[in-house]
């Protein structure tokens, strides 16, 4: 609807950007928050912070060309007469959450485990910020006209008509506002997950991020089949997102049932 929002000096600054910094920013301060007295003294967790965020960035670039390496290995002859810009734009020019997420988590990993810092209290105290910040980065989709819906009804009640200058949204087209929709979404996720971790972090170690892997993986398998850009990948009957999420939900419900085992485990005397 706005993809450059603001121009500060002649520099424009676009939706997606700025909406992606303040989701980040809200995120650190859920976290500073929910740390509380713990949090303040404890330095890792800031450090740790700005260690997820550089590896999502590099993630959510890098997923995508990955992706497409296998189309463009049976398509080559069409993509060799490609110009170079058009090519590099082609691979280069979308950014994906699920290699954010891998991306962060991977860094988390490898910095945790090199400085002996615990990672499961700290991806707990990460994981309802986590999801408040791709609330807030998903209205910067629906500003930019990225992640688009399915073309609905113009009566249809969550039916948007993006302009011609929208990054990726057909313009004239009364399309499913599913921005909208994943962002109120997990809002609520990132209130409920405010409240496990509020209610069991001291107690029960693992549940509020695998609460949160499960929950996410639900949500957007299902938003999926209502997307409208087919660019993220389809493959068979469902998108690649909808194979990660499935792969996500198997992983969480397994360790979720782990540590409802543990919790239920009689302890010897």
Known sequence: MHPILLEVFGIQIASYGLFMILGAVAAWFLIRLLAGADGKKNGDISLVFLICVCGALAGAFTLRPLMKIPEVIINWEHFRQMPVEVFFSYMLGEIVFYGGLAGGIIAMLIFCKSYRIPIVPIADLFAPA???????????CFLGGCCYGKPVSAAH??????P??????????PLLAIQLIEAASLFMIAAILVLVYKKTASRIKGLTVSLYAALYSVLRFVLEFHRGDRA????????TSQYISLALLVVSAALIFVIAKKRKAPVNS
């Open 232 to 239: 993220r990948g389809i493959y068979g009957p469902f998108s």
């Open 164 to 173: 011609p200058a929208s990054m990726g949204a057909p313009a004239g087209t």
């Open 157 to 162: 009640p969550f039916a948007v008509i993006f």
């Open 130 to 140: 986590l999801a408040l910040a791709h609330g807030i980065g998903r209205i910067g």
